[in-house]
């Protein structure tokens, strides 16, 4: 049995974690299943808790599937809104669609979805948006056939460790996020959306007024004589959960799937997410999980999308450190879109490039597109057959790719954020 370097005992557990990755996107899905994720977890238009970003059709599902499967993963199906009497019909069209997509699990928390999914003998699994976050809640629904259970967010990693204790003698598994955005509501459930602008968190249409800054309008109040600064504060934006630092303990504790939130979030963003705590959940296994490594996979996570990192409700309460410093994204790394593929010649493996923008040799390019993910450095470029180290802007050049590619794919450059 393998042991962990920080607490030099054997680890708990006769296999690993499942690393499950949220995608909005085929070319997030590639990105993940490229980096080392076990499972994705995805929404289809309509019914789930992301329904604003990037979503698949219920037609999407059976290819989606069937490239998951071949690359020996699982796909979860998340269809976790709210469900009025209009839309049971519909709801169960999808889930028609899902059985025959060969759908690994549903995540879900409506009772009608429960009881559909129990009748195509789908698995179901529990969404975090029913806030479990004691073992008794973890009873009942182990009784009504639940397989597994999202925790919420709020939960100390002592606690997390007790309902685990019970759902390992119930035979349910327990999954809990390690990576993205947290809301300041209680596991999601907010009505601040809906009160604005009509548009409701729970049926996933949340326009996120909790991301803004707040001005002071009128008298100063007096709260209990407390102060309170409301000068453009981001006073209800949390930052995102962050948890490579400690990810050995949450691994001990014998949660069996982790899971990285980033449905609206960019390929980019999934690679550098799922191959981060892919690397440090099997270093862990290996023996090698170490400072020098935590600090390596941090500044990688620091390239890309993120408002400030907080370790969530894993120790502590967040109290006001845990807020974000501002609106949008701290990110160190930004990609630049420098231009489109126009053909790719599959015997040789190059792309013809139309360059919106300058281009060098050695740059780190993302291609993407509908079906299309790939990361990798710039070794060389040509034109008319002669090598170059950089070409300008509107010139069209032929560069050795690495996968295959479409035209109208986007070409990428990453480049370190610009200081303000």
Not at 67 to 78: I, N, P, R
Not at 392 to 407: D, Y
Request: charged letters at 30%; glycine letters at 8%.
């Amino acid at each position: 049995m393998r042991r962990n370097h920080s607490t030099a005992k054997k680890i708990p557990m006769s296999k690993k974690p499942e690393l499950c990755v949220g995608v909005g996107d085929f070319a997030s899905a590639i990105a993940a299943a490229t980096n080392g994720a076990d499972a994705v977890y995805f929404g289809v238009r309509g019914f789930n808790m992301r329904d604003l970003g990037t979503n698949f059709s219920a037609s999407d599902m059976k290819k989606l599937m069937a490239s998951l499967h071949a690359s020996d993963m699982k796909g979860y199906l998340a269809l976790n809104t709210i469900i009025f009497d209009g839309e049971i019909k519909q709801v169960e069209k999808i889930l028609k669609e899902a059985k025959r997509a060969k759908v690994d699990g549903v995540i879900l928390w409506d009772f009608s979805v429960l009881s559909l999914a129990k009748k195509f003998k789908l698995k179901p699994f529990l969404s975090t948006q029913a806030s479990v976050s004691n073992s008794e809640a973890l009873k009942q629904y182990s009784s009504l056939g639940i397989k597994r259970i999202i925790l919420a967010r709020e939960l100390s990693l002592k606690q997390i460790s007790k309902i685990k204790k019970i759902a390992k003698k119930l035979g349910i598994e327990v999954e809990c996020f390690i990576h993205g955005a947290m809301c300041i509501s209680v596991s999601g459930r907010c009505f601040l959306s809906h009160e604005l602008f009509g548009r409701s968190a729970n049926r996933g249409q949340c326009l996120q007024p909790c991301r803004r800054a707040y001005f002071l309008d009128g008298d100063f109040p007096n709260f209990e004589k407390k102060e309170i600064f409301l000068d453009g504060s981001t006073i209800l934006s949390a930052k995102d959960l962050k948890t490579i630092d400690f990810l050995d303990k949450i691994i001990w504790v014998g949660v069996d799937s982790l899971k990285i939130e980033g449905r609206t979030k960019p390929s980019d963003y999934i690679a550098v997410a799922t191959r981060c705590y892919r690397q440090a959940i099997d270093s862990v296994f290996e023996g090698t999980f170490s400072k020098e490594k935590i600090a390596r996979w941090n500044s990688e996570l620091e390239k890309v999308y993120n408002r400030g990192f907080s370790n969530g409700f894993f120790f502590s309460v967040p109290d006001e450190k845990d807020l974000a410093k501002g609106q949008g994204s701290v990110q160190t790394q930004k990609r630049f879109n420098v231009g489109i593929i126009t053909h790719y010649f599959v015997k040789p493996g190059v792309a013809e490039v139309k360059l919106f923008a300058p281009l060098s040799a050695g740059e780190k390019l993302i291609i993407e597109g509908v079906t299309t993910f790939i990361e990798q450095k710039l070794d060389s470029m040509e034109i008319n057959h002669k090598k170059i180290k950089k070409a300008r802007q509107g010139e069209f050049v032929g560069i050795k790719v690495s996968g295959r590619c479409r035209p109208n794919d986007k070409v990428f450059v990453l480049k370190r954020k610009p200081n303000k």
